[in-house]
């Protein structure tokens, strides 16, 4: 069974100081996609990035880089020069594309990490 | 740009009372899901929704839930006879322009369900 854990259940930093979410997730598949999602105090949830399991190369995006490691079953998420608005709860999430050969895109959410950014 | 939609934003309802909380998906999508998520918990699957009949669901989605797709917009979950422990946000999702199940989902806005 598919299964996602995001140990950090809080954390908390100044603004402009960097901060890495972590993601150790568990699938028996071979192929399957890793998710992030931000959702801001007004409670929607926004995609962040999408990745497979093929793919290892680190992303950047702006401020935000994600670095992907089948190795260790991780894919962590970093923000750089964080900003208030930054400032959510934050979700991995994974789904496995081959469960049987009936997979329909279920995603398996982690519990997700609070990320406060004070001024 | 496309967005998922849902409604209402809010629904209050006494207990054993029924709900319908109504999405409608992007339109070029052919996935839908429902997912849920208690006060300050993780978000959890209930169903997802493929060629016009249910393709996976959850524990969590007994004989109490249903989903339908009435017409060529909405989908909708209702909830024949609601318990205190259905409150929570619900969330509708949907993806796939391309046949692929696991295109990137992307989320409406949530409906916070209260049950009292």
């Known amino acids: 069974a598919q299964k996602v854990t995001q140990a950090q259940t809080e954390i908390s930093v100044v603004e402009k100081e960097d901060v890495t979410l972590d993601c150790v997730y568990e699938?028996?598949?071979?192929?399957?996609?890793l998710f992030w999602y931000k959702q801001p105090p007004s409670g929607e949830l926004v995609f962040l990035i999408r990745?497979?399991?093929?793919?290892?190369q680190n992303e950047i995006s702006g401020r935000y880089s994600w670095n992907f490691q089948k190795s260790t079953s991780s894919f962590n998420f970093t923000i750089t020069a964080s900003q208030v608005v930054d400032s959510a709860v934050y979700f991995c999430?994974?789904?496995?594309?081959?469960?049987?050969?009936?997979?329909?895109?279920?995603?398996?959410f982690g519990q997700g990490t609070i990320l406060t950014v004070h001024p | 740009e496309p967005e998922v939609t849902q409604t209402p934003s809010h629904q209050v309802t006494q207990m054993g009372q029924e709900v319908i909380l109504r999405c409608v998906p992007i339109?070029?999508?052919?996935?839908f899901y429902w997912y849920r998520q208690i006060l300050g918990q993780k978000v959890e699957f209930l169903v997802s929704?493929?060629?016009?009949?249910?393709?996976?669901k959850s524990e969590i989605f007994d004989d109490q839930f249903s989903v339908e797709r009435p017409d060529g917009s909405n989908f909708t979950l209702k909830i024949r006879s609601t318990k205190l422990e259905d409150s929570a946000m619900y969330f509708c999702?949907?993806?796939?322009?391309?046949?692929?199940?696991?295109?990137?989902?992307?989320f409406g806005p949530g409906t916070r369900l209260t049950v009292l």
């Open positions: 999702a949907s993806s796939g322009t391309s046949g692929t199940s696991t295109d990137t989902q992307y």
């Open positions: 699938t028996r598949d071979t192929t399957y996609y």
């Open positions: 990745r497979n399991s093929f793919d290892e």
């Open positions: 999430a994974l789904s496995e594309a081959n469960a049987g050969g009936t997979s329909y895109g279920k995603l398996t």
């Open positions: 339109s070029n999508h052919l996935y």
């Open positions: 929704f493929y060629n016009n009949e249910i393709s996976e």
